[in-house]
Every structure is written in C-alpha cells, then in structure tokens.
C-alpha cells in the first residue's frame, strides 16, 4: 500500500533484521540506491521532495521506504492506500524512464 504514487521500497539482497545490524558498505549503497530513485520519484511525478523511512517494524528485514513528498502528511503510514496492479506498473514505469534520464 503505496504512501504516494511513486513509493518504492529498497530491499538489500542480504538478510538484515534492523538497519542498525547493516554494515557501513551495506547501509550506504541502500541509502545510494535510495538517494537515486528519489531523485527520480521527485522528476516523475513532480514533487518538491523525496521522502524516506525506515520504519523496520512492518517485517523483520532492513527496508528503505522511498516515495514523492508534497507534505508531511505524505510520512504517514495511516494513509497509505491500496493500488492496483496497473497504476503500480505505470508509477514502476515512470520511475524507470526518470532513472534513464540520468539519476
């Protein structure tokens, strides 16, 4: 359940319960990849912002919420909502074409 149209998140392949167990290369290619598609999140859909949690209570793995930001009503997990799988696919799709333009 996406926060805003855009949100993704960024898993490391490697098995980590909390992002304070990561290790330093660990932890910062995450927050590269992150840095990146919100980059990318702010030129696809316009937003001033690329906003970031990690929340780490939702599952037991390191995950790094990434998403457009126009407030900070956008942070909050209470109004996340459900998307099909084609608005999911056209927000994926938009993302990628914003990557290929130079993030």
Known sequence: MPLTEGHTLVVPRQE?????????????HCMDVARRIGNAAKQAFGAPRAGLVIAGLEVPHLHVHVFPAWSLEDFSFARAKSATDTELDEAAARLRTALGNGE
Do not use: I, K, M, S
Request: proline letters at 8%.
């Open 16 to 28: 980590v319960d909390q992002w304070t167990d990561a290790d330093e290369p660990l932890l910062h």
